[in-house]
């Protein structure tokens, strides 16, 4: 794994070369071992001492030898979010390559038509701003508008490409009606019939993979540990909702109501390998109020026990 240095609007990433790698051509040591993307490779060539070995300048057909550091001065950033707001973020976790935070129910990922305000990406844009930081917005994966929990913001192109798929994620939810055991469900999600963005299971749909554990039975109602596979829009409402479990609260795949006023769905905890310093991360992001009164409701009031029976080496961080 490289080592790094973050300079302002710059990051440096340094590749030490092994011995096995002795003789390789650059782009098959950047490209099979350190991972690095064709296009970043290409927009290096146009950075001034974009890679270098010992501060000379390096073509992508030159061979690199054993000990010697391979840097990497990824370009600046040609487009930048606008910020809004004060930059308040619930940060879990950030250094050089990453920021990850716990995103409030209410607060869109993206601004949409008429709804501009109130984004995560305005928000992130005016923290990093405050923090003397500009740069364009990488979320790894989304969470809906009200699904509340931990979400992964890459800082430079390198980090976003590989995290991409590679982030487990772990959610609470709570279900309408007694679920007992677990299961998963393996069936395609489609666009429904009619609609822009709610999804049904169907034929011609992607494949959309949802693991869950009933955790807690109280009141009709189920606290559910989930882990997907996938990360189709919608894929944990619309799943549920088709074995007729919708989600407490959920308006558009299920009655609504239900003692809370969004989805009951929470993004809880994460895992993976950072993609630069190769430190095995896991966080983890408390249930919001809303979702821990309706527990209340259900007979359930620490629900952590489950929980962490649930999600495996839960907040361990190394």
Request: glycine share 12%; charged share 25%.
């Amino acid at each position: 794994m490289p080592d790094c240095q973050n300079q302002p609007s710059r990051t440096v990433l340094r590749f030490p070369v092994p011995a096995e790698c002795d003789g390789m051509r650059l782009k098959t040591f950047l490209r099979g071992r350190c991972g690095v993307s064709y296009r970043l490779m290409v927009r290096l060539k146009h950075v001034p001492l974009g890679m270098t070995i010992a501060g000379r300048l390096i073509r992508t057909i030159d061979p690199v030898r054993a000990g010697q550091v391979v840097e990497l001065r990824l370009p600046p950033d040609t487009k930048t979010a606008q910020p809004m707001g004060n930059g308040d973020l619930r940060v879990l976790f950030e250094d050089a390559h990453l920021l990850i935070v716990d995103k409030p129910a209410g607060m869109a990922v993206h601004p949409s038509a008429g709804r501009e305000d109130n984004t995560l990406l305005g928000a992130a844009a005016s923290y990093r701003r405050g923090h003397g930081e500009d740069g364009a917005f990488r979320p790894v994966g989304r969470l809906d508008r009200d699904t509340s929990g931990i979400m992964v913001l890459a800082k430079h192109t390198h980090a976003a490409h590989l995290l991409n798929g590679h982030i487990e994620k772990w959610y609470l939810a709570i279900c309408l009606g007694g679920l007992k055991g677990q299961d998963t469900i393996d069936l395609p999600l489609r666009i429904k019939d009619g609609h822009s963005i709610q999804r049904e299971v169907g034929e011609g749909g992607q494949r959309a993979v949802t693991h869950w554990k009933s955790l807690f039975i109280g009141r009709d109602k189920t606290l559910l540990g989930v882990r997907i596979e996938t990360g189709r829009t919608h894929q944990i409402r619309a799943h549920m909702a088709h074995i007729g479990h919708p989600l407490a609260g959920d308006t558009m795949y299920g009655p609504g109501g239900d003692g809370i006023e969004r989805h009951a769905l929470h993004c809880g905890a994460v895992g993976f390998i950072h993609p630069v310093t190769g430190q095995h991360i896991r966080l983890t992001a408390p249930l919001p109020d809303d979702m821990c009164r309706l527990l209340d409701q259900m007979g359930m009031h620490h629900p952590e026990k489950e929980w962490r029976n649930f999600v495996p080496n839960l907040c361990q961080k190394e």
